[in-house]
């Protein structure tokens, strides 16, 4: 079992006794063969300075280079930097900084986090959610009460050196690193032995999620199953996907979005990852999506691309009633019908509220939707999709925030109509290799492709009727395959 090894500058000088640690110069860290060597090493590194191309900077980044686990990682080091994402932050635990800050009477206040711990048990809470957004041994963060805004507003994140714990914290910031490298960190995680470690990124609050709890259950079944070590996170856990090899993401998604950003991350930290932050680029805009399946000359409604100089022209080229979508919408929100020139109106300026580009698109009235579930290039599952009752759409909106889904059937793979199948393959290729859902409409004998999502519906009890675990177990035993490739040097994604 190779000891953590905490790198620092100077370890003469290092005033803090940890225990049970390899205590390494960084210059040794840097230079010497055994460290290069080294496999599966746990790199803790407490430089005084992580600034570019200081050895603090190049600790972390060497350590990623080595496939071991620094802490902090090359990307949380580079987000420290950016105060783009530091105001992501306060945004994210605004009420958390409000609540923990509430009886602080200054208009400057400087918190202190020891492994995510902070000597005053009323801002604990605040500071383990400040260390699974930047995960490093120890941070110094500024916040600042803005009068013009009434609240309090994380402003700067820095590196914490040694030395400069107050002499009142030192005890305690020994006693939590302990704690920290005797991994006693994550109280109640399973910890059969795994070969990888699997997040799952899911929201049990979302309305409409792409997986119900059951799903999610049946998925971390199905990810222990094959050799994965799985963990159901949430958007606090962003700073903490430099810990996983995989990350499957089961909240809608959207490019102005933390989806979107937890994909880029781990992209960065070399996860492997569905839905990789490309196809939900692609896959959320629908104007996208029109351009792609024109080029494409794949078959779909007669579609229109609105803005607000050729708003007027809408009914030249189309038919009234006609569809309205918002280029960012899901589960059929931001997705209206109209059957009037003042219906049109109407809606056309709503809409251009949120976006300068509309979809337009023909009006193709039918039972159901196809949906074709496209794993790796290859069907994975097939359903109709029924209309809600009495309504064009799958999901039907009611004003009070309730909605109502139509009935769904499964069908085996080998009994769905090979022109369907064939389609769905052609639209779901244009985008990649991913897992994707291709909605198709049949009319006649004549289909055509609606959209491509990037995160299908698999819902326990509904796409899992005909496979069920086997379901499941496809989608794990296609993440490991890939990361298996990743550490064997393929860069298969």
Not at 335 to 350: F, H
Request: aromatic share 8%; net charge neutral.
């Amino acid at each position: 079992m190779v000891r953590p090894l905490v790198v620092v500058d100077h370890p003469e000088d290092w005033p803090l006794d940890f225990g049970g640690v390899e205590l390494v110069a960084a210059r040794h860290y840097l230079t010497e063969p055994r460290f290069v060597e080294l496999r599966g090493a746990k790199v803790f590194n407490l430089c005084r300075s992580y600034r570019y191309q200081s050895s603090g900077y190049y600790v972390s980044l060497l350590a990623e280079a080595r496939g071991h686990k620094p802490l902090p990682s090359n990307t949380t080091i580079q987000d420290i930097k950016q105060q783009a994402i530091v105001r992501v932050a306060s945004d994210d635990l605004d009420d958390l900084i409000q609540k923990s800050l509430a009886s602080i009477r200054s208009k400057a206040f400087v918190l202190s986090v020891y492994f995510g711990r902070n000597l005053a048990k009323r801002h604990d809470e605040l500071a383990q959610a400040l260390f699974k957004l930047f995960p490093s041994p120890f941070l110094r963060f500024q916040l600042v009460f803005s009068n013009r805004q009434d609240k309090w507003i994380l402003t700067q994140v820095a590196p914490l050196a040694a030395s400069e714990i107050p002499d009142e914290h030192r005890d305690f910031a020994i006693e939590v690193s302990r704690a920290f490298f005797a991994g006693r960190r994550r109280v109640g995680r399973r910890r059969a032995p795994a070969r990888y470690d699997l997040a799952i990124l899911y929201d049990p609050k979302e309305n409409l999620p792409p997986s119900n709890l059951g799903a999610v259950q049946r998925f971390t079944h199905a990810g222990e199953q094959v050799g994965f070590a799985v963990e159901v996170i949430s958007k606090a856990d962003y700073g903490r996907l430099a810990e996983f090899d995989a990350l499957f993401i089961r909240e809608t998604t959207a490019v102005n979005h933390h989806t979107y950003r937890f994909a880029r991350r781990a992209v960065a930290e070399g996860l492997v990852v569905i839905d990789d932050p490309e196809s939900i680029l692609k896959c959320t805009n629908k104007v996208f999506l029109a351009e792609l399946l024109a080029r494409a000359k794949l078959p779909t409604p007669r579609t229109v691309v609105v803005h607000r100089g050729n708003a007027r022209d809408v009914t030249k080229d189309l038919e009234l009633p006609c569809i309205l979508k918002q280029p960012d919408s899901s589960f059929s929100q931001g997705v209206v019908k109209v059957e009037t020139p003042i219906d049109l109106k109407a809606a056309l300026d709503r809409l251009f509220t949120h976006s300068d580009l509309l979809i337009a698109q023909e009006f193709m009235p039918t039972a159901f939707d196809w949906r074709v579930g496209m794993l790796g290039r290859a069907p994975l599952f097939v359903c109709r999709y029924f209309m809600a009752s009495h309504h064009w759409q799958i999901v039907r909106h009611s004003g009070d925030g309730e909605c109502e889904v139509g009935e769904a059937e499964t069908l085996p793979v080998e009994q769905a109509p090979t022109e369907v199948l064939r389609l769905a393959k052609r639209a779901a290729d244009l985008i990649g290799d991913g897992f994707y859902g291709v909605d198709i409409k049949q009319v006649g004998k004549k289909l055509y492709v609606i959209e491509i999502n990037d995160n299908p519906s698999v819902d326990a009890t509904g796409e899992d009727e005909v496979l069920g675990d086997e379901l499941y177990l496809r989608v794990m035993r296609t993440l490991l395959a890939r990361v298996e490739a990743r550490k064997q040097g393929g860069g298969l994604s």
